[in-house]
């Protein structure tokens, strides 16, 4: 099983992204799927999650700016930004709970830079 992000970049303050993390491999099912960030210097911390069921949890500092969701046809989990500030900045990951054929455990993907500058 592989989780695979991608849709970072570099955005002005008060811009959107959108970010993608899909898993692939042998996949039974999945179940929370979750968005942390690690800025230089900083504590990797959560930012979204989201239940197999579509249930929702943020981190105060990103409500009301982010939304997540999931494609679970896709095995895709998504996170939209808006309203995005300096301090986002960060590295996000993309985690999931997935039961593949060989046990149920957690997956990493691979990070992806969001830059918020002028």
């Known amino acids: 099983v592989q989780l695979q992000a991608s849709g970072g970049g570099l955005v002005q303050p008060g811009g959107s992204l959108r970010l993608s993390c899909q898993a692939s491999?042998?996949?039974?099912?999945?179940?929370?799927m979750t968005w942390y960030r690690q800025a230089p210097g900083k504590q990797r911390e959560l930012v979204a999650a989201i239940t197999s069921g579509g249930s929702t949890n943020y981190a105060d500092s990103v409500k009301g700016r982010f939304t997540i969701s999931r494609d679970n046809a896709k095995n895709t989990v998504y996170l939209q930004m808006y309203s995005l500030k300096p301090e986002d900045t960060a590295v996000y990951y993309c985690n999931a709970d997935i039961t593949s054929v060989r046990a149920r455990q957690h997956y990493w993907g691979q990070g992806t830079q969001v830059t918020v500058s002028s």
């Open positions: 491999g042998i996949i039974f099912n999945i179940n929370a």
